[in-house]
Each structure stands twice: as structure tokens, then as C-alpha cells.
């Protein structure tokens, strides 16, 4: 039991570059969420999804886009990347309902140049 | 829209103090609220989750407690160790709409010294 990885660890970009972040969990949840972590600005929401084939946006959704086509897997991409998008980006999953506590992956420490 | 402050930002103990950790939210219709610890260059890691219901949790030498009516949790440490060296994060839901949507906290970054 895994429970919630990701790949890649780490990237360097440059800037215009595309590339794909995924997420992948063994426990069978329904939620599943992308979060990026900057210094002194906390966690923020990207996009997440409630169930498999549906996405929805989160606080800072702008520059990214996510798919869910599998229940275990939400795949985060940038278009076309910017400096700003340089950033620890962390998914996560859970169970709907009352005991939903999240489950995060190691996250993925992007650069873009 | 659901506002989560944490205080200190940041604390400085000596091995073997107890410590108190805080989680202020605006909002006090939650759902539930968790804590999370991080290490650094790390995920987060569950530690307690309170459901609205409930006044406190515990595990360990960790004990959360939830004030709705105040809108403040608390995470106590006892006896604290240079393990427990770490972010702690809060994290809000609410009980309306997105339920299964938290808020979180900057966080709390502690380091315990031997």
C-alpha cells in the first residue's frame, strides 16, 4: 500500500515549457486535490475533483489544468510555464463524508527558468 | 470566506516543554478540523482530526481540542522531544457547500532543541 504518490520528484523548466504532474493513490478515494506551497503564503488549492471524470477549481487555478480519467489518478499540467509557477506542488486524496482526513503525497518541487 | 490564522508563526523551545499551538478561523459552522504535521522538504502528515461534535482529540502526547463558540483550536505537545521538530498545519472545513474543501493555516514551524 502506497497510499498517495507522485512523479516526478523534482524538474527544472524552462520558461514556455509544458510538462505533467501525476498523482497516484491506492486507496481507492474519491477526492483528490492539487495544492502548491510557497514560502509565507501556506497551502493553496489548484483544482481537485470529487470522483472520477469530474474537475473543478480551486483558489488558484489560473496557468493549470487537471483530468481525472481514472479513479486513482489526477494528472496536473502547465501549458506553457512561467516563473511563477515555481513553486512545491502537493496532491492529496480522501473519502468523502465525515471522516475524510486528507492523505498528501512527498509533493514535486518545480523550477521554472 | 473561511480565514485560518495560526500563532506563533514560529517557536524555539528547550527538550521537555509542554507547548501550545494555535488555529484561529473566522467562520465557526465547521465540519471538522485537522492537524497535520510537516517535515521538512516532506508531505503532510495526518495527526488528529476533531469532527465538529467533538470538544477534543488525542494521541499520544498530542491532545487537540476545538472551541466552535470561539472559533479556536489547540494543539497541545507534552514533554516535548527534538522529534517533534516540525510545521504544524491546521486545516478547517466547513459544514456548508464544499464540505470537502479545506482551508488551511501558514502553519506553525517548531524546533525543539536538546
Known amino acids: 500500500n502506497a497510499g498517495v504518490t507522485q512523479t516526478p520528484k523534482f524538474r527544472v523548466l524552462k520558461t514556455g515549457q509544458s510538462m505533467t504532474l501525476l498523482c497516484a493513490q491506492d486507496?481507492?478515494?474519491?477526492?483528490m486535490y492539487w495544492y502548491r506551497q510557497d514560502p509565507g503564503m501556506g497551502l493553496r488549492l489548484i483544482h481537485y475533483s470529487v470522483g472520477e471524470g469530474t474537475t473543478a477549481k480551486g483558489e488558484v487555478p489560473d496557468g493549470y489544468n487537471v483530468s481525472r480519467l481514472k479513479k486513482q489518478n489526477f494528472l496536473l499540467g502547465l501549458e506553457s510555464a512561467a516563473p511563477s509557477q515555481t513553486s512545491v506542488y502537493f496532491c492529496?486524496?480522501?473519502?468523502?463524508?465525515?471522516?475524510?482526513?486528507?492523505?498528501f503525497g512527498a509533493g514535486t518541487r518545480l523550477s521554472v527558468l | 470566506k473561511q480565514e485560518v490564522t495560526q500563532i506563533p508563526a514560529a517557536l524555539s523551545v528547550p527538550e521537555g516543554e509542554n507547548l501550545v499551538l494555535n488555529c484561529s478561523f473566522t467562520d465557526s459552522a465547521i465540519y471538522n478540523l485537522q492537524w497535520f504535521r510537516q517535515d521538512p522538504g516532506k508531505g503532510l502528515t495526518s495527526l488528529l482530526l476533531i469532527q465538529s461534535s467533538q470538544r477534543e482529540q488525542t494521541s499520544g502526547r498530542l491532545n487537540a481540542s476545538l472551541d466552535k463558540s470561539s472559533g479556536r483550536s489547540t494543539l497541545y505537545i507534552a514533554a516535548s522531544q527534538p522529534g517533534d521538530s516540525a510545521t504544524y498545519l491546521c486545516?478547517?472545513?466547513?459544514?456548508?457547500?464544499?464540505?470537502?474543501?479545506?482551508?488551511f493555516g501558514r502553519g506553525t514551524s517548531l524546533i525543539v532543541h536538546p
Open positions: 486545516a478547517v472545513r466547513l459544514q456548508s457547500g464544499g464540505s470537502y474543501i479545506p482551508t
Open positions: 492529496a486524496s480522501s473519502y468523502p463524508g465525515m471522516r475524510n482526513i486528507q492523505y
Open positions: 486507496m481507492n478515494h474519491e477526492y
